[in-house]
């Protein structure tokens, strides 16, 4: 005998008889309602967990969106602020280099006149609240 074999004095068994499984079909096993309540449970555990990663994004979801509605208002006041932007420059460069608007613009807001000219200024009509008052 060699030395450390272990199971050498019982070769004959070793040789373990080989079972071939004819049916592997799953089988159905009732556990009662054990078996549905772990169901139940899963599911309840199931919803647990999306109604907490729904309630921990709830906050991000209402900043995201109250953010984009303030962007959109900063883009609609940039939009007005441009308008007037351009109203502005081009009435700037009109009295720059128009001299006919500059004299017209003296008229007007002024009450300027040429030598020779007489200016007639039309006021509104008062109302009786305004003669009231005086």
């Known amino acids: 005998m060699k030395p450390w074999q272990p199971f050498a004095k019982h070769r004959e068994l070793t040789s373990v008889p080989t079972y071939t499984v004819l049916n592997s079909l799953a089988m159905n096993v009732d556990v009662g309602i054990w078996g549905k309540l772990t169901r139940v449970v899963i599911a309840l555990l199931v919803i647990a967990l999306l109604a907490g990663v729904w309630q921990w994004y709830l906050p991000v979801i209402k900043q995201n969106e109250r953010m984009r509605r303030d962007a959109l208002n900063l883009d609609d006041q940039i939009r007005k602020e441009e308008a007037t932007q351009r109203q502005l420059k081009n009435s700037i460069d009109t009295l720059r280099y128009d001299t006919n608007a500059v004299e017209r613009l003296a ?28």
């Open 107 to 134: 008229r007007e807001k002024l009450r300027y006149a040429k030598p020779g000219e007489t200016v007639v200024v039309f006021e509104s009509p008062a109302t009786n609240q305004n003669q009231m008052t005086r």
